[in-house]
C-alpha cells in the first residue's frame, strides 16, 4: 500500500463529469487527484461510445441557461483542444399532443409538408407534431473525454485508473478517501460515480435507479443518414422515448431507447440480445425508411434516473466539503464541460443558486 496522498480536491469518477470538474479544478490552479476504478474509455459507465446528441430544446425555461452555458463551455473546449467537438445538424423531436419542448430558437412544426421539409429523411408519425431546434446536432464523445482528460492532465491533474475506492469519511479539515492503494486526504471531495453513486452516497441510494440502455449504430456513409437529410431526432412513445444521432462525421447513424431494465452495475451490462438488436432494427426503419439498418455496433450502457429527469448537483447538507454531481437521466453528457465549472465553483464554495433546481438541497441530502 502506498503512503497517503494529499491534494486540495480528490474527484472520485471520471467519467464526463468528473472528468470535466478535475479539468476546471486544475484550469483554476487547484492540486486535483481523480480516481476511477476502470480503466479510461471502458463501456461499464454512461460516458463511453462515439457520439452523444446536443440540443437547445428542454422541457421547462428553468434549464435555458445552463443549456446555453453548455454550448458556450464546448466551443471553449474546442478551442483548448484544437479539436472538431460538436456538428450543427438541427434537430425534430416528435410528439403527440401539446408541445413538451421549448428553447431559444425552437420552433413548433404541425404541417406535414413543413416536417418533411425541415428533415427530409426523417419521418414523423401520423398525428404527430415536432419541435424544430437548429441548434441541435452531435457531439464527437469519444473524443471529448479524451481531450477533457489531456486538457486535466496538463494542467496538472493525477488522474488514476484501475483504482477501487472502499469509502469515504469526513475528518477535522476536510475528506479521506480509501482506496485499496492507501488513503488520499484533501479539503474537497467531488463524487461523480455515475451508477455507483447511491453506493458512494446512501442518502441517494432511493432517489437513484440505473437503468440498461441500448444503441444501434449502423453502416456510415448513407446519404439518407446524413445532415441535411437527417438531423438529431426523437420521437417520443409510451413504451420509451426513441432518440436518434445522425452520421454526422462518419460515425454511423445511432438510435437507442430512454427506457430499460433495473441494473446493477456491479455486473457487466449484458450486450444486446439477437431479439433487442432486430426490434432496434424495426424502429430505425420506421422513422428512416430509407436508410440501411445494417448495425456495425450494438451496445449497452447504463442510464442513472432520476424520476423527474432532473440532475442532482450540490454539497451534502451533513458534508458540504463533498460535493455530489449526478447528471444522467439520459441527456447529461451535453453538460459535460459546463458541470464542470459548476462543480469547480461548489467545491471553492460558491453558492449555484441558479442551479436550486437541480440541487442536492431540493433532494433533502
Known amino acids: 500500500m502506498s503512503p497517503t496522498a494529499s491534494a486540495d480536491v480528490v474527484v472520485l469518477g471520471l467519467g464526463i463529469h468528473g472528468t470535466s470538474a478535475a479539468a476546471s479544478l486544475a484550469r483554476r490552479g487547484a492540486r486535483v487527484i481523480g480516481i476511477e476504478q476502470f480503466a479510461p474509455g471502458h463501456a461499464r459507465g454512461s460516458s463511453h461510445g ?35 467537438l460538436v456538428h450543427r ?28 421539409a425541415a428533415m427530409p429523411s426523417f419521418r414523423v408519425p401520423d398525428g404527430y407534431r415536432a419541435v424544430h431546434d437548429p441548434s441541435a446536432g452531435v457531439i464527437e464523445a469519444e473524443r471529448a473525454i479524451a481531450a477533457t482528460r489531456r486538457l486535466a492532465e496538463e494542467r496538472g491533474a493525477e488522474l488514476r485508473y484501475g483504482q477501487h475506492v472502499r469509502g469515504w469519511d469526513t475528518t477535522a479539515d476536510g475528506v479521506v478517501v480509501h482506496t485499496a492503494d492507501g488513503d488520499v486526504r484533501a479539503g474537497r471531495l467531488v463524487i461523480a460515480g455515475g451508477a455507483w453513486t447511491g453506493r458512494l452516497v446512501p442518502a441517494l441510494a432511493d432517489v437513484l435507479e440505473v437503468w440498461r440502455i441500448l ?45 430499460g431494465e433495473v441494473w446493477d452495475p456491479e455486473t457487466p451490462v449484458a450486450p444486446p440480445t439477437a431479439a433487442e438488436i432486430a426490434d432496434l432494427r424495426a424502429l430505425l426503419a420506421r422513422v428512416v425508411p430509407d436508410l440501411d439498418t445494417t448495425p456495425v455496433e450494438a451496445a449497452a450502457c447504463l442510464y442513472t434516473m432520476t424520476a423527474d429527469k432532473r440532475f442532482i448537483i450540490g454539497p451534502l447538507a451533513d458534508a458540504p466539503e463533498v460535493v455530489v454531481v449526478s447528471a444522467c437521466s439520459g441527456h447529461g453528457f451535453k453538460f459535460g464541460p459546463a458541470l464542470g465549472d459548476v462543480v469547480a465553483d461548489l467545491a471553492e464554495g460558491v453558492a449555484r443558486l441558479d442551479l ?8 433533502g441530502v
Open 215 to 259: 444503441t444501434l449504430t449502423v453502416t456510415p456513409g448513407q446519404v439518407a443518414g446524413q445532415p441535411p437529410a437527417l438531423g438529431a431526432f426523437s420521437v417520443d412513445r409510451a413504451e420509451g422515448l426513441l432518440f436518434g444521432i445522425p452520421d454526422a462525421d462518419g460515425n454511423g447513424v445511432k438510435i437507442g431507447v430512454d427506457a
Open 89 to 116: 445538424t438541427g434537430g425534430l423531436y416528435a410528439h403527440a399532443g401539446e408541445a413538451q419542448l421549448q428553447g431559444p430558437d425552437c420552433t413548433l412544426i404541425d404541417d406535414p409538408r413543413e416536417l418533411a
Open 356 to 363: 436550486d433546481f437541480i440541487s442536492t438541497a431540493r433532494r
Open 50 to 84: 462515439r457520439t452523444r446528441m446536443i440540443r437547445r430544446a428542454y422541457p421547462n425555461p428553468v434549464w435555458n441557461p445552463l443549456v446555453e452555458s453548455a454550448f458556450d463551455a464546448w466551443e471553449r473546449l474546442e478551442a483548448e483542444s484544437g479539436q472538431t
